[in-house]
């Protein structure tokens, strides 16, 4: 165990010096950082864009160009030291000449018990490195180290698939899981209207909660992206490299085999009130059915079209995926949002509604509001989420809509309906959030392919009609969750909090339910999802 934690660490502080390195670079341009993806954070942003007339396209996230928490060094000028470091700045910043830097520390301390007397805790510590070189490139990277118990369902995900949402197991002792990871990113904006970057982090595409076209849910991947800006259209094209942890090693140096996942989205202003979006990823595998290496498809580096005529040319086997997105501004405060997936669809079957299994396509709509009854800092939504059986499956784990054992859209998978509700209040640095989510999902029994679990062959589907949502072993999902935090640093979103969760699932004959508490001090700059 621990000769796997010293490579990790060699592996990682090489990508933290090269950062580090960059920082005494001289160059001149701007380019702000990325937003955290964490939910309150973004949360925060979107308020600040939602007047009807402001023009900033917000589908894809993470934000870049216009949150108020990108990359400063801190104006406080305050005497107390101590008070200016824990309350306001970062622990650590330097302006130099052309180059300026931020180090901060990260963590994760958090204690708790469920309602079976089962302790639980995390243990995570790391550092966070982020700076801006000139006005052009900002750089960030941030390395965790972690042992967490965590609560009984999530260990039992564990213990079959070695992954725990949103990260790495590198291994487990009895119920104390260890991982690592590192995310970071280089990003350069050679002008107003473009920005290049390279990294290992998440994406998140959508207005909701929840994404059926990508959330980040899963473990952070490497990627490129690219966005072209120009007036009311925002066209990203992310090239990405995924892990199917399902399949065996490819050898003891090359590890897992990979897939690569390239995606396109056009967002688009049609009015004021008004925002479109297209999507479009293609899951290709990077070796061929036979074992051998067929690298990635150069024709898919085209940043310009779609890409269903090139796979259709190609006579590709890959996984292709269509989608499109909504939000209308009702007024300043409240919109409406939703998005459509096509994974694969026959129209005279869909018409004749005889429950064809290939009709695979997924549906989101919602609503949302950021002074809900015209209270300030009061925070509603109401999203509704349905993903048909199969959907994001195809021929197997090589190509499907999976990294690392976890969904790249919902974290329930395929073959389900959800339906959530959530509140937040905040009142300078107090927040109280609470949610409630319920669904009806079908997963797998006696062998057989029910279409829960999108990294199974579709092939192997059970019946060829009367597919319906919930088939297989039926269960009644649900979550409730209350929190309460007290906000100390904005810049690092360090808190204290209190939680109290309940997680059910019922099905027949069994029933199985958990109720824990914990209290937590941390910074939160990314979601640790445990709604699934």
Request: a positive charge.
């Amino acid at each position: 165990m621990k000769s796997r934690w010293m490579k990790f660490i060699y592996k990682s502080r090489l990508w933290v010096a090269f950062m580090f390195a960059l920082s005494h670079l001289q160059v001149f341009a701007q380019s702000p950082h990325n937003l955290p993806l964490h939910f309150d954070m973004v949360l925060d942003a979107e308020a600040r864009m939602a007047s009807l007339t402001d023009t900033n396209l917000t589908a894809f996230r993470p934000f870049r160009h216009y949150s108020p928490h990108s990359f400063t060094i801190s104006n406080d000028t305050s005497k107390n030291w101590l008070k200016r470091k824990f309350l306001t700045e970062s622990l650590f910043s330097f302006k130099g000449n052309g180059y300026s830097f931020l180090v901060d520390p990260l963590f994760n301390f958090s204690i708790g018990q469920n309602a079976n007397g089962r302790n639980l805790y995390a243990n995570t510590r790391g550092i966070r490195l982020m700076g801006l070189i000139g006005e052009k490139v900002a750089y960030q990277t941030s390395l965790y180290l972690s042992e967490d118990r965590v609560p009984e369902y999530m260990d039992s995900l564990g213990r079959a698939s070695r992954v725990l949402p949103g990260r790495f197991v590198f291994g487990n002792t009895g119920s104390l899981y260890q991982f690592a990871y590192v995310t970071g990113y280089l990003s350069y904006s050679p002008s107003r209207n473009f920005n290049l970057q390279v990294g290992n982090d998440r994406q998140f595409i959508g207005e909701g909660y929840r994404s059926i076209l990508l959330s980040d849910y899963a473990p952070p991947f490497a990627y490129f992206k690219l966005t072209t800006e120009a007036g009311p259209i925002r066209y990203t094209n992310l090239y990405t490299q995924m892990i199917d942890n399902r399949s065996p090693r490819v050898s003891r140096m090359l590890g897992k085999p990979a897939k690569y996942v390239v995606m396109h989205h056009l967002d688009v202003r049609l009015s004021k009130r008004l925002q479109a979006g297209f999507f479009q990823s293609v899951v290709t595998a990077a070796r061929d059915t036979s074992g051998n290496y067929r690298g990635f498809d150069l024709q898919y580096l085209n940043p310009i079209i779609f890409l269903t005529p090139v796979e259709f040319s190609l006579g590709s086997p890959d996984n292709t995926l269509l989608g499109t997105s909504l939000k209308f501004k009702l007024s300043s405060t409240d919109q409406l949002y939703g998005q459509f997936l096509l994974d694969e669809l026959k129209f005279s079957e869909f018409f004749k509604q005889r429950g064809w299994w290939a009709n695979k396509y997924s549906v989101q709509v919602g609503y949302k509001s950021y002074k809900f009854a015209g209270v300030d800092g009061l925070f509603a939504r109401l999203e509704g989420n349905l993903v048909r059986p199969y959907t994001y499956s195809h021929w197997g784990p090589e190509q499907s809509y999976v990294h690392n054992n976890l969904p790249l859209a919902h974290p329930l998978g395929s073959n389900f309906a959800e339906i959530l509700t959530q509140w937040r209040y905040k009142s300078n640095r107090w927040l109280i959030n609470a949610q409630l989510h319920y669904a009806i999902t079908g997963s797998d029994t006696a062998g057989r392919n029910y279409g829960n679990e999108p990294d199974k062959n579709h092939d192997l589907y059970v019946n060829t009609y009367d597919n319906v949502i919930g088939q297989g072993l039926r269960h009644d999902w649900y979550f409730a969750e209350l929190r309460a935090a007290y906000l100390l640093n904005p810049s690092t979103n360090m808190r204290i909090e209190l939680s109290l969760t309940h997680r059910g699932m019922t099905n027949r004959p069994s029933q199985r339910g958990e109720t824990w508490m914990m209290l937590t001090f941390a910074t939160r700059l990314e979601n640790l999802y445990q709604e699934f």
